[in-house]
């Protein structure tokens, strides 16, 4: 790829796809979506490639969630491309690919980054790592899986506590109740990450991905069970954003002050 906002890097049969906007704390805007789904639908594609890392670059974000300046701004941060658009938040969070993917989360992953962990299927974080559902802090809410995922991959009552208070989830509570695989220091982050991903490319890759499709419920690249998490995700999306509250909160992020919520 050219551009230089999503690198990607081929180590034997394993696939790392790192997001490259440390200066903007690797937050989503267009362009991630469009080369993170396309690095999957690369990985999808190709029989040699038999197991994703995700990571961020620097070692302080993993993944800031959607770029709230830019939105300010009145950007687009998806693309416009309907089949692309179609790969859900950062081109992964309603795009399941059979290839098992492995977060390796190198600090914090709040927002949309949470929401980009909660859709891979393991998860290894360094030890100072967090994560979080910040968006009732700025005016708007999970709309990109986590309202419901997270509340499906830890115990409800916690998750719903996260959840509706914005406070994050350090990375040793988060493996403490199944949210994270293994937690490492930073200087171990990837080499463990890549041992896991050497450790399933090193199974029978056909029976590795029926395993995924059966486990997730994966046909036809979609999960069914989702359908109608995601309709009902949209309904409240967008009645949401349609309200001042969703105006005020990235415009009060921007501005670097205290929103005034009207609830209206």
């Not at 989702?226 to 999306?237: C, G, I, S, V």
């Amino acid at each position: 790829m050219t551009d230089t906002t999503i690198l990607t890097e081929r180590r034997g049969h394993v696939l790392i796809v790192t997001i490259n906007r440390p200066e903007a704390r690797n937050a989503v805007n267009a362009a991630v979506h469009v080369g993170i789904g396309t690095a999957l639908e690369t990985a999808e594609n190709d029989p040699e490639i038999r197991a994703v890392v995700i990571t961020g670059a620097g070692d302080k974000s993993f993944c800031a969630g959607a770029d709230l300046v830019a939105l300010s701004r009145g950007e687009s941060l998806a693309p416009s491309d309907p089949d692309q658009l179609a790969w859900g938040f950062a081109g992964m969070v309603s795009h399941p690919i059979s290839k098992p993917i492995i977060a390796a989360v190198n600090g914090f992953a709040f927002g949309g980054g949470c929401e980009i962990a909660l859709m891979s299927d393991i998860i290894v974080a360094a030890d100072h790592a967090q994560f979080g559902l910040p968006e009732v802090k700025v005016g708007l809410f999970a709309a990109a899986g986590g309202a419901f995922r997270l509340a499906q991959q830890m115990p409800r009552k916690l998750a719903m506590e996260h959840m509706l208070t914005g406070d994050p989830i350090p990375a040793a509570r988060a493996a403490q109740f199944g949210l994270v695989n293994h937690v490492v220091p930073l200087a171990e982050l990837m080499t463990t990450a890549l041992a896991l991903a050497d450790k399933i490319a090193a199974n029978a890759p056909l029976s590795v991905q029926a395993s995924k499709r059966v486990a997730l419920g994966i046909q036809d690249g979609r999960i069914a069970a989702d359908a109608p998490y995601w309709e009902h995700n949209t309904l409240e999306r967008s009645a949401l954003m349609r309200s001042e509250d969703a105006r005020e909160g990235p415009r009060a992020f921007a501005e670097k002050r205290k929103p005034e919520w009207k609830a209206r």
